[in-house]
């Protein structure tokens, strides 16, 4: 893929961007002229997609412009704080105890290595109403990094508040001024749903009955063990999950643009398919992750080293099969 194929994504993650903005601008404007609280959804789906489009950035991937990534300074976060937790810490130490995404003792046990505790075994049920939490926990991360970290500059501190303030003013301050406190619900609606929508995205991907954890090889080998895949080679969820569908594809080639992930889920399974991951659909990824909280909850889950954990090839099946017969 040549440098100006890449390049020619360039306006695409701008007007995406901008479509989004102005999807948000439009509900929360119908909200305060409504007070229909169901005007949160298109708000915190769109905010969703944004916050996709500024992981990319953050990525530095080639044909996402950098500066879209102080949207996530738009939404009241801090990008320089993700790339910090997300970029070196959990995609370098994926599935492991030092992993960021894997710090959730003793509220939930997603690591076998964590304790477990007798809350655990319902954590399968729990786990929803805690990503209700996410999109408060990502803010307030950014807030406290902002204001405490010593990496950040003023040049980054006053440009993060001046940012910040519109969405501050559109989501908190004009809410309480036309509809007083319980201005606030939209707020918290649109938070909640936000969370849920990243807490499924980047949960079921890592943790779930097919991967492994503390796993052993290559760079490269570490992440196809720890990654799994749903609706792999499907356009339309690849662009709604911003790539994080084909999970596989994003922790080997982060620096890739998602709209080329399908294209390289296709290579990779064909490549590596004792390796390669696959969960079928969504519904059926958000299946193996409860199975693996459930699991995880009462005992600890058997380690798995190496071979593949997904569905077999439809080769494997008739081999498979061909030895049931002679058998």
């Known amino acids: 893929m040549g440098k100006e194929t890449y390049k020619s994504y360039y306006a695409v993650y701008v007007l995406d961007a901008v479509v989004m903005c102005s999807i948000c601008l439009f509900s929360i404007f119908h909200y305060l002229n409504s007070e229909s609280l169901l005007?949160?959804?298109p708000v915190a789906l769109?905010?969703?997609?944004?916050?996709l489009i500024a992981h990319e950035a953050s990525h530095q991937c080639r044909g996402c412009p950098f500066f879209l990534a102080w949207l996530y300074d738009t939404a009241m976060g801090s990008h320089s704080?993700?790339?910090?937790?997300?970029?070196k810490g959990h995609h370098l130490k994926t599935n492991t105890l030092e992993d960021p995404d894997m710090q959730m003792s003793p509220i939930m046990r997603v690591h076998p290595a964590q304790p477990r505790n007798w809350w655990h075994k319902y954590?399968?049920?729990?786990?929803?109403?805690?990503?209700?939490?996410?999109?408060?926990s990502l803010r307030i991360q950014g807030i406290i990094h902002i204001n405490t970290s010593p990496t950040v500059s003023w040049k980054e501190f006053l440009t993060h508040y001046i940012l910040a303030a519109p969405a501050t003013f559109l989501y908190i301050v004009l809410p309480l001024y036309m509809k007083g406190p319980k201005g606030l619900a939209f707020f918290f609606m649109c938070n909640g749903i936000l969370g849920i929508t990243y807490g499924l995205l980047f949960s079921v991907s890592h943790v779930n009955t097919l991967v492994q954890f503390d796993p052993t090889g290559t760079q490269l080998e570490k992440q196809m063990r720890?990654?799994?895949?749903?609706?792999s080679g499907s356009w339309l969820v690849n662009y709604l999950t911003g790539g994080l569908?084909?999970?596989?594809?994003?922790?080997?080639?982060?620096?890739?643009?998602s709209y080329e992930y399908p294209a390289l889920a296709r290579k990779i399974r064909e490549e590596n398919p004792a390796e390669y991951r696959d969960m079928g659909s969504f519904p059926?990824?958000?299946?193996?992750?409860m199975k693996y909280l459930m699991k995880s909850g009462v005992t600890d889950p058997a380690p798995k080293r190496g071979g593949r954990g997904g569905r077999k090839s439809p080769a494997r099946r008739g081999r498979s099969k061909s030895r049931g017969r002679a058998q």
Do not use: R
């Open 81 to 87: 704080q993700w790339m910090a937790k997300h970029n």
């Open 226 to 231: 720890t990654t799994a895949d749903y609706n």
């Open 245 to 257: 569908n084909h999970q596989v594809v994003h922790h080997m080639y982060p620096h890739v643009p």
């Open 284 to 289: 059926a990824a958000v299946w193996s992750n």
């Open 46 to 51: 769109a905010e969703a997609k944004l916050g």
């Open 39 to 41: 005007w949160s959804v």
């Open 123 to 136: 954590q399968h049920i729990y786990q929803l109403p805690l990503f209700f939490c996410v999109a408060w």
